[in-house]
Nanobody, 123 residues
């Protein structure tokens, strides 16, 4: 079992920054792919960024490339999402997710999910 808890969401003006953190439990943490997804009202959950548990390779959606950075700290069992140059279209509930093994950008292939943290970007 893996338990995930997100934190760091809030309200920020366009152009600002936020850093989301995901605290994870479980001995297999280092072997899990960790991802961030987001879901805006009326929209499907979409992939944002992830780091592979197999290779350590980082993946990110085109919409956030150059602005968002994912990182993982195995010693602290945390994964973070540094979000810079935020735009109103980034407004969504952000979820931390985990799955054993390799990377995928399909949310339904992730086994564990946090409760989500709201990010609101004002114009």
């Amino acid at each position: 079992q893996v338990q995930l808890v997100e934190s760091g969401g809030g309200l920020v003006q366009a152009g600002g920054s936020l850093r989301l953190s995901c605290a994870a439990s479980g001995r297999a943490f280092t072997r899990y792919t960790m991802g961030w997804f987001r879901q805006a009202p009326g929209k499907e959950r979409e992939f944002v960024a992830a780091i592979s548990g197999n290779t350590g390779r980082v993946y990110s959606a085109d919409s956030v490339k150059g602005r968002f950075t994912i990182s993982k700290d195995n010693a602290k069992n945390t994964v973070c999402l540094q979000m810079n140059s935020l735009k109103p279209e980034d407004t969504a509930v952000y979820y931390c997710a985990a799955r054993p093994g390799s990377f995928t950008y399909y949310p339904y292939e992730y086994d564990y999910w946090g409760q989500g943290t709201q990010v609101t970007v004002s114009s």
